[in-house]
């Protein structure tokens, strides 16, 4: 199930970098500047919530509790996951936008192949997972606060 879930996972992800470096190729990297920033702030927070986590009392209290959906793992296996994936995947966002304006500056020519009239090279799949990659930053940015904030009332309740 779990192998399936990631070969889904990773189809999808293949034809949404296919579909933004085709069909919405546009010249907007000037924006990486601001998202390195937003990426840079979040990954600052993860780092943050995980220590604070780790000096909790309440993380002692999610050791203990075993999680739903896998029992060889507890709460806090589950918590910790969540915001070292997210650590990660912000921090290779990070260095893919750097890869980009490291090679964007050099005066390489790339093989360009036309699909559907439009040009497809090294530069612009990397631009467009990079754009991938940022949606998904974003979305894990909005599930760590929610996971961070039932932490921080759970952890005030028990307190």
């Given at each position: ?30 924006a990486f500047d601001s998202i390195i920033t ?25 050791y203990k509790i075993e999680e739903n959906k ?44 036309i699909v559907s009239n439009r040009d497809f ?39």
């Open positions: 199930m779990r192998k399936s879930k990631k070969i889904f996972w990773g189809i999808i992800s293949v034809l949404v970098v296919i579909f933004f470096a085709t069909f919405l190729n546009f010249d907007n990297s000037e937003f990426l840079s702030i979040t990954t600052g927070f993860s780092i943050t919530a995980l220590s604070i986590i780790a000096s909790s009392t309440f993380s002692k209290q999610l896998d029992n060889s793992k507890t709460l806090l296996h589950t918590l910790v996951y969540q915001f070292k994936n997210s650590t990660l995947l912000f921090v290779a966002t990070i260095a893919l936008i750097l890869l980009y304006y490291f090679i964007d500056n050099k005066e390489i020519i790339w093989k360009t192949v090279n090294f530069p612009i799949i990397l631009k467009s997972t990079i754009w991938y990659l940022t949606i998904l930053s974003l979305w894990n940015v909005i599930k760590l606060l929610l996971i961070f904030s039932k932490f921080v009332i759970k952890n005030a309740t028990k307190g």
